[in-house]
């Protein structure tokens, strides 16, 4: 299943990506903007639990999000300013990272870092801004899967539908929660319009 965000702030903020004379600051900057967005459609459904905590008016009982069992998992490199956004938010969640570069002649996925422990029991929110083919990403949900993941859902700021359908014909369980669904991909693979490479433009690299 996927979710797109309608709403004019996360077009408003998806448009601002795409005007290239923006600095990388800026850009980091509006991908975390958009991150917060889809983490807070992410977690609409997200288990509380109950704490007590020293208030102003003496010791008091609310619900928060059971942040131990979370997981944010990033796929290297350009979903990192995306890991901020979630950490700084999921202050108690576990970090995992994988590596995961796209062929640029052959355009298949190669993982080539996993630092993810086991996920059993627990609910991974797996951050990645571009779905193009889905070929990244459907190599990170199974290794997340092969880590014994409970439920998986990814956070994603652009993606294709291509990217979507094959990532929702392999992994039907998984939620996909997409700011902007694009029109299409081009011959190259990118994403039209798209963004460019997120992670050059994130980090300068040239
Ligand atoms: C980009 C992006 C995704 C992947 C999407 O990463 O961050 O991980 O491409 O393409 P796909 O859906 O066709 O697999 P890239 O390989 O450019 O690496 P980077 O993050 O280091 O820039």
């Known amino acids: 299943m996927y979710r797109e965000l309608h709403h004019p702030l996360v077009q408003t903020l998806i448009n601002s990506l795409r005007d290239n004379s923006i600095d990388a600051f800026v850009f ?3 991908i975390k903007e ?3 967005l889809l983490l807070y459609e992410a977690l609409r459904e997200a288990p509380l639990t109950s704490k007590k905590v020293l208030t102003w008016n003496g010791e008091k009982e609310y619900a928060y999000i059971k942040e ?8 290297l490199r350009a979903a990192l ?3 901020e956004a979630v950490i700084n938010t999921l202050r108690a969640a ?3 990272f994988l590596a995961i570069k796209r062929d640029e002649v052959t355009h298949k996925s190669v993982l080539y870092y996993d630092r993810v422990g086991d996920c059993s029991g627990k609910k991974v929110i797996l951050v990645d801004p ?6 990244s990403l459907c190599d990170a949900i199974e290794v997340l899967k092969a880590k014994n993941a409970q439920a998986i859902c990814t956070l994603n700021i652009i993606a294709s539908p291509e990217g979507i359908s094959k990532i929702q014909s392999m992994h039907p369980d998984v939620e996909m929660i997409i700011a902007k669904i694009d029109e299409k991909l081009n011959d190259d693979m990118f994403i039209i319009p798209g963004l460019g490479d997120a992670g050059d433009r994130a980090y300068n690299t040239v």
């Open 94 to 96: 576990v970090s995992g």
């Open 28 to 30: 980091r900057h509006t």
């Open 68 to 75: 131990d069992d979370i997981v944010v998992v990033s796929v």
């Open 130 to 135: 571009m779905v193009a083919t889905g070929g």
């Open 81 to 83: 300013p995306m890991h």
């Open 34 to 36: 958009v991150t917060k």
